[in-house]
């Protein structure tokens, strides 16, 4: 188009200049290079259309082989997916296999009569703990969460506690599994944030302690005492003296998890109160949980749970029940194994199993904190906690 408009221009233009008869040839010739200029135009023209068309083909062609490679990344990021799904279940198979394994059927006859008789007598004292205990505490753990390692330090055992009560922010750090001095940190942030023990305070028992089980209660360290077979020492924390003491009949004859051989009574606190973790020689490395009135320094009630000793490295109590953890010899994923309900308000059907975080743990106590709502654990000298994923009991 401009093409055309230039040369009609220029032939005016020189037919103006130059006069009519005048040199008709330069005219001419300027007529013809004008066209020539004209014809490489249209070309040129012709040539980006051509090249617009083949990129757009090209652009396009490009497009679907994009959308093929998508499709494809989605095919394998499914199958890596279906892959990894069926190597947890595979695991989950192998596990159940090593768990089935160990348990065979007894073979006992057994009067039929006295134990219906027995059964009677404990259902009914159970009844009469349940309504005792009577809380509006109805959760139970369905996962964990995430993990924080709040701090590395002191020996590969040991014990690092809260009190759960409303008033209390300290944290008590015990380090090793026989010792005297408990340190005292204003909160979980100067913990967290001191390097060393300079920003703590130190408290001396009278009594060193024995293992890792020990647990802080309304202002008092509860504490199995060294040297004596099931001693429980109660020690008030602010007056720095001991306020009472109590014998755990039956406990401190063993060590309560096969993969820390040091804990011969693990204390425990829930919504519902202090409760002592131990085995009784005549329950077959079962576990025995005991609740412990805590002002009268008594058992209320003891149950002889399902939950094995073989293979568990710790456990805790939480809305009445007993979560016990296992794991492998050397170390390993730990998960809960076993829940025992004293409320028998969790079904077996609905037991879950509960994996913790990947990663190589070796637990020597785990604390359910009632009021936080997590987990407070020692793991190998790191201080970690762990959230809860928790539902209702049905
Ligand atoms: C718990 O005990 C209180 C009285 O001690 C009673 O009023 C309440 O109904 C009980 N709750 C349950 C769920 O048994
Ligand atoms: C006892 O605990 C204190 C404070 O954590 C520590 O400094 C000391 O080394 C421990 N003693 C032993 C024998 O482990
Ligand atoms: C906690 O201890 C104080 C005394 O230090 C006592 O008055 C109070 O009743 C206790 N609370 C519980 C829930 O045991
Ligand atoms: C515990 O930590 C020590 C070093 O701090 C390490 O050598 C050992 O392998 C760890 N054990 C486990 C079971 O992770």
Redesign the pocket.
């Given at each position: 188009m401009a093409a055309v408009q230039l040369r009609f221009l220029l032939i005016s233009f020189f037919t103006s200049i130059v006069g009519e008869a005048q040199d008709v040839e330069l005219i001419h010739y300027v007529d013809r290079r004008i066209v020539l200029i004209e014809n490489r135009l249209n070309k040129c023209n012709q040539d980006i259309i051509d090249y617009v068309q083949e990129f757009r083909e090209f652009s396009k062609k490009m497009m679907s082989r994009l959308e093929g490679f998508n499709i494809l990344k989605t095919e394998l990021k499914n199958d890596v997916d279906h892959l990894l799904t069926r190597v947890e279940r595979a695991q989950r198979d192998i596990d159940y296999f090593e768990v089935t394994k160990e348990s065979p059927t007894p073979c006992v006859e057994v009067d039929e009569d006295l134990v219906q008789q027995q059964f009677m007598e404990q259902e009914e004292s159970k009844n009469k703990v349940k309504l005792m205990l009577n809380a509006s505490c109805s959760n139970m753990i369905s996962g964990i969460k995430s993990l924080k390692v709040v701090k590395k330090s002191g020996d590969a055992h040991g014990s690092w506690l809260k009190d759960p009560g409303k008033n209390y922010q300290k944290i008590y750090f015990l380090t090793g599994t026989k010792n005297k001095t408990v340190l005292e940190f204003a909160n979980i942030r100067t913990f967290s944030e001191s390097g060393e023990k300079r920003s703590a305070r130190k408290v001396t028992l009278p009594f060193p302690w024995h293992g890792t089980g020990h647990a802080v209660y309304?202002?008092s360290l509860f504490y199995h005492r060294f040297g004596s077979l099931n001693e429980i020492i109660k020690f008030d924390l602010q007056k720095k003296n001991v306020i009472d003491k109590m014998l755990l009949p039956g406990a401190g004859e063993t060590f309560v998890y096969d993969l820390h051989p040091s804990t011969k009574i693990d204390l425990a606190v829930d919504e519902l109160g202090l409760w002592a973790i131990h085995v009784e020689p005549s329950a077959g490395r079962k576990l025995t949980i005991s609740k412990i009135n805590?002002?009268a320094m008594a058992v209320d009630y003891s149950w002889e749970t399902s939950c094995k000793s073989q293979n568990a490295e710790a456990a805790f109590m939480m809305c009445g029940a007993l979560y016990v953890v296992y794991n492998s010899p050397g170390g390993g994923t730990a998960r809960i194994e076993c829940i025992y309900d004293t409320l028998d308000a969790i079904s077996p059907q609905e037991i879950p199993r509960i994996h913790f975080p990947k990663r190589q743990t070796s637990h020597s106590m785990i604390h359910y904190d009632p009021r936080e709502k997590q987990l407070f654990a020692w793991d190998n000298g790191s201080q970690v906690i762990y959230k809860l994923l928790t539902n209702q009991k049905s």
């Open positions: 309304n202002g805590h002002e």
